[in-house]
């Protein structure tokens, strides 16, 4: 049996035989075994002294246990690492930040303790899945959607509180954002409801977030603050109709326009669907070898050659595709309101209706839609990496790297010339001309799929790429807005501002919170004074 | 004995299945139970249709061999000792599960449920 690092062999057996008395005893695993299928299947440390793996797990089944298995913990500073569903591939899997902590898994709390149909929203377990909750909700035949992020198998606990997001409407695409109360276990093992929730019979709970005082749930989230045992969430009423429509622009600076009257449709709540930028130009398989030069041309900040290409092929070098959730006149009226404020900013623009749907959605609709997008979870979206006939050696994995810039054409433009310069320089071959993408309002977000592989070469390299990235990234003023526990110390120490005040800050909180330093030392940054030294 | 290992000799020993015995009303149970478990955890990526990465990596991986279908539940060469394996190591993007996740008692189940040989 591994033992955290510190830790007395003989304390730590006693620990794990009080973990034991607290879940039972097939709750807590020790064995090589199973404690290995805590690893991070698509850890960029696989198989390298420095991967971060567990030295044991216990699983709870309820509030109560929960609060045991942290004072038993605190009691002999043995160091945990909650997860819910473990399933933040990409981002982390259920492997601790600090090698050698017990993982306390909550897969096991998957109670879905209400839904309430009238109003919207629901509270939930940590366990419990966007699978789990939508086949709840079909079940009972409740007329809700729940926004989901692209693979169902996450929980809505966990993807909130690493900031993940969805694909319908701007209110419920930022999970964080769309949540609506708390329950949390802290380090010794009390418990606090937050919000409403904070009021003995509160009849709120789930429908106004703020309470009164402080609001202290973002203290909870990307951080280990606390063990979060219960949450609200606002969901989707189901909308009347979906509509989508999109917009082609000729020219290659038409990109800024097209962002500003986006930006202004959406931000008035005209577009309220996910947006999707495209480059008509490149399409086609396989592209025009033409193309290349011209778009590093344009790219470098010439676009003349790549205008005259589009004028004489006549192809649209952007798109953007619009969409819009409501009653089926209303979003019609939208859609033509979006075209004429698209005309004249853009001179030339043409336009194409798209999908149009009475919902609910037919079986037969459901099957060829981005079911994201209509509240269907899937796992569509491992496609990505998985062996196809254009990849028939496929990696293990993926690690993202997701910048935030802002929502402007001129950023993208410069992030591509930035990203383009960094690939050369550090030899990453599967950087393109990229766009991002419009999860949440008001900004842009890049994602780059690292590959991850069981090659420890291969690992290196792209880590000390990505880890370059990060800090040519910041240089630039954009951050990473989340990330594998292998990257969090690089991604905080950009947060910098006056010597690092933030960082410094959630040292004063995890000190005074957790005095112990038991919690998920190390993650997103954030690690306890005893180990303040082993920060990367 | 590294993953690799285990692997070529699942592949070498496991991939014809023995035929199966007749299924006993516990069996019955099992393969119900194998099913929930399948459906919960496996069918999202290895069904039939559109939008299944899991098919479609083994329509590639099998296409030298059409006669191994790329749906699970369509293949008749599967064996209780591979899909354990699978299951508890991965393969590619496909991750392995935990034991809060798919018990190995469910284990046992799906395999009997996707070993079971004509049984409804």
Known sequence: MAVPP???????????????????????????????????????????????????????????????????????????????????????????NYSGSVVLDLKRMNRILEVNERNAWCLVEPGVSYFDLVRHIDEKGY??????????????????????????????????????????????GDVLRTGMGAMPGAKSWQEYKFGYGPWIDGMFSQSNFGVVTKMGFWLVPLPDAYLTGTVTVSKWNDLIPLVDTLNYLENSGVVNGMPGLGMPIRQGTPPDPALRGLLEAATGG???????????NARACWSCTVKF????????????????????????????????????LTPEQREKVHKPEFGIP?????????????????????????????????AIFEANKVFADAARKLDLAFFGFSLPTTYWMRSFIFLFGFPVTR????????????????????????????????????????????????????ERVKDAVDPNGILSAGRYGIWPKHLRGTRA | MTRACRLLMLMALGLVAPASAQTTPADATAIGRGRVVYQTWCATCHSAGEGMPGTAALRVKYKSQPAVSAVLTERTNLTAASIKFFVRNGVS??????????SDADLEAMALFLTRRGTP
């Not at chain 1, 796992?379 to 810039?405: D, K, M, V, Y």
């Not at chain 1, 880890?467 to 120490?493: F, S």
């Open chain 1, 302 to 312: 010439d676009a003349s050659g790549i205008d005259a290409y589009a004028a004489r």
């Open chain 1, 378 to 410: 899937s796992l569509e979206t491992f496609s990505i990496g998985a062996r196809s006939e254009t990849n028939p050696t496929p990696s293990s994995g993926h690690a993202w790297f997701s910048p935030i810039i802002p929502r402007n054409g001129e």
């Open chain 1, 325 to 360: 959730y409501g009653p089926q006149k209303a979003i019609a009226a939208s859609w033509e309101f979006a075209k004429e404020k698209f005309a004249a900013a853009i001179p030339g623009a043409r336009f194409e209706d798209g999908e149009s749907y009475k919902l609910p």
């Open chain 1, 455 to 506: 090659d420890a070469a291969s690992n290196k390299k792209n880590r000390e790429g990505f880890k370059q990235l990060v800090d040519i990234c910041a240089q630039h003023g954009w951050g990473e807005y989340r990330t594998a526990p292998a990257y969090q110390d690089a991604v905080m120490n950009t947060y910098s501002f006056n010597n690092h005040a933030l960082r410094r800050f959630h």
């Open chain 1, 6 to 96: 510190g830790v007395n062999a003989k304390v730590f057996a006693q620990a794990v035989r009080e973990f034991e008395a607290a879940v039972g005893k097939e709750w807590v695993f020790t064995s090589d075994e199973d404690v290995a299928l805590y690893r991070d299947a698509y850890s960029v440390l696989w198989g390298e002294p420095e991967e971060r793996l567990a030295s044991a797990a216990v699983a709870p089944d309820r509030l109560e246990q929960v609060q045991q298995v942290v004072k038993i913990a605190n009691a002999h500073k043995i160091p945990i690492y909650p997860v819910s569903t473990g399933r933040n591939l990409g981002y982390g899997g259920s492997a601790p």
């Open chain 2, 93 to 102: 993007v496909m991750p392995f599960f935990r034991k809060t996740e798919i």
């Open chain 1, 143 to 188: 007329k809700l959607w729940v926004d989901i992020p692209d693979p169902g198998w996450g929980s809505p606990i966990g993807n909130a509180l690493d900031h993940g997001g969805g694909y319908t409407q701007p209110m419920f695409r930022n999970h964080f954002d769309s949540h609506c109360g708390m329950e949390v276990v802290l380090a010794d």
